[in-house]
């Protein structure tokens, strides 16, 4: 069931911050998952950069370790030896001068160049300047930008300026590793190869829209990288506009990524501002064996929320009048991601009362489980008269793909091939990034101007009870948080 693995070109890809924790659990044992499925030429290239002074040797054992403890693949004997071969290491300092040549010197003519800034943001320009000038990167090279991009509007911005004094737009592609997720890519799939959904996708037949992304970790070590972000910046802004657009878009002309890409602008700038009654702040307070926010960021005013639910309204000919409700935040009940089109009440029960209230949901499960549920109403079996019940029509797609499932691409793996193919169609462009700020910043910014504190929520819940009437005050309410 899982499509042919057609291979890319080949090409030289340099992982700056090669020796990170991104690279070792994400980036390196994708890209052997990719050359196990024959996906990566041979002859392809990949070279760590960072500053610690490390051999080649010492690099493909941390790569060697990396690949067993964060993704091993089943492979056959010596694909691991043959992938390692593949591996490079050069030491740099992004803010230095040393070290380029020699990572040069890797690089092959005539073939796609790739650069990964898998390092904090304060390098990106130093790194994009750097290739420019020591002639590293060509009109062809590619530069793959992590998150966050931006800390808020104008800093977006000045990275978007920084990053377009060196590379032309369509050399940039920034991650949101949410947008590789094979189910995100299902969402347009059952929106726009169906027409069984599309003529309901509206507020007409919409009642309202669930996201939900729930963690049940805390902060971790990232602590005080978070306590500077909060689930907004970290979550929302991204992640949750990211779904958000897809569900909420218009059908692109087609499928190509400057389509896509405006459709997904045209949703972030309907968006209406959010009032303050219809947004919930939370932080988790202790509970189990472990500590509270505050404690585990080392701030004990921290105002900064791990849990933020919203009701966001957008304003345009498809959706006025149907709510969206967004919901993300840490310690939660379970680790899910899910969204929920919950279609309206028939107009008129035929049933009578005694039938009670039901309800079409189209759910999708991004994580776990990844896969799409519709809730339909059918009669109760057996006698006792007409009595009605909703049941799941279930496609978990490990069940549909069956032993196949695991041949399907991570998010990261997805991505990074879609680089090496220069298809940015999953990729947010600068100016939806900007937008997504440009509707986030008065948020933030008024929970600042109004001392806003979060309201501390029990680990292992639904988040705080406000969170709950949120919904309740409109006469809905939230889908259970369940793995
Ligand atoms: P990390 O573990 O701190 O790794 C940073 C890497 O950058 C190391 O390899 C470090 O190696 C290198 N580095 C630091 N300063 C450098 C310099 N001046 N020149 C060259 N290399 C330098 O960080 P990470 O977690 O991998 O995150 C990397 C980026 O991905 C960040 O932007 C982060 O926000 C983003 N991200 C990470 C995750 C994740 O799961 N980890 C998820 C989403 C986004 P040396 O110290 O040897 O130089």
Redesign the pocket.
Known sequence: MVSRVIPVDSFDLVI????????R??ILPGLFRRYCAGQVPPEAKIIG????EMSVEEFREMVRASIEEFGSTPHEPGQLSSFLERVHYEA????GDDGWEALKSHLRDDTIRAFY?????S?FGAIAERLRDKGLADAESRIVV???FGHDLASAKSLNATLAQHFDETQIYRID?YLGKETVQNLMAVRFGNMLFEPLWNSQYVDHIQITVAETVGVGGRGS?YDKSGAMRDMVQNHLMQLLCLIAMEPPAKFDPDAVRDEKLKVIRALDPVEPHHMVRGQYAAGGDEEGYRVHVENEKSRTESFVAMRVNISNWRWAGTPFYLRTGKRLRARTSEIAVVFKDAPHSIFGADAGRHRNVLSIRLQPNEGMTLDVTIKEPGPGGMRLVDVPLDMTFADALGPDTEAVPDAYERLIMDVIRGNQTLFMRGDEVEAAWAWTDPIIEGWEARGDVPKPYDPGGPGPEDSLMLLHRDGRRWREIKA
Do not use: I, N, Q
């Open positions: 700056f911050g090669g020796t990170g924790d991104l690279a659990r994400k950069a960072a500053r610690s740099v300092d992004a803010t800034f898998s390092v904090g943001p390098l992590e998150k966050p590793h990288y």
